[in-house]
């Protein structure tokens, strides 16, 4: 089993950065997938950015090239830096990790990221 929990949200103006972190209760050098979701009011859920097997990265195409997904192995920590942040980037941002292909993927509580002047 593995418990994440994110932090790093909060309030921000149109054009800020904020960064997200992801901290995973055992290693994470050997996951096979971690990434982040994101849910606003009233959508569903959805794919911002994950890393496949520690490399391959995949980014939503409203968030290419201003997010960026990173990890840091010796703190089995996963990273969400996101600049030029605008209204509608305003969600609650899930962390999400799967083991191994077939098994159960695992989720964090969340966390509010609000874009507003």
């Known amino acids: 089993q593995v418990q994440l929990v994110e932090s790093g949200g909060g309030l921000v103006q149109p054009g800020g950065s904020l960064r997200l972190s992801c901290a995973a209760s055992?290693?994470?050098?050997?996951?096979?997938?971690m990434g982040w979701y994101r849910q606003a009011p009233g959508k569903q859920r959805e794919l911002v950015a994950n890393?496949?097997?520690?490399?391959?990265?995949n980014y939503a195409d409203s968030v290419k090239g201003r997010f960026t997904i990173s990890r840091d192995n010796a703190k089995n920590t996963v990273y969400l830096q996101m600049n030029s942040l605008r209204p509608d980037d305003t969600a609650v941002y899930y962390c999400n990790a799967l083991v191994a292909v077939g098994e159960v993927a695992y989720w964090g509580q969340g966390t509010q990221v609000t874009v507003s002047s």
């Open positions: 890393i496949i097997r520690g490399s391959v990265t």
């Open positions: 055992r290693s994470i050098f050997s996951m096979y997938v």
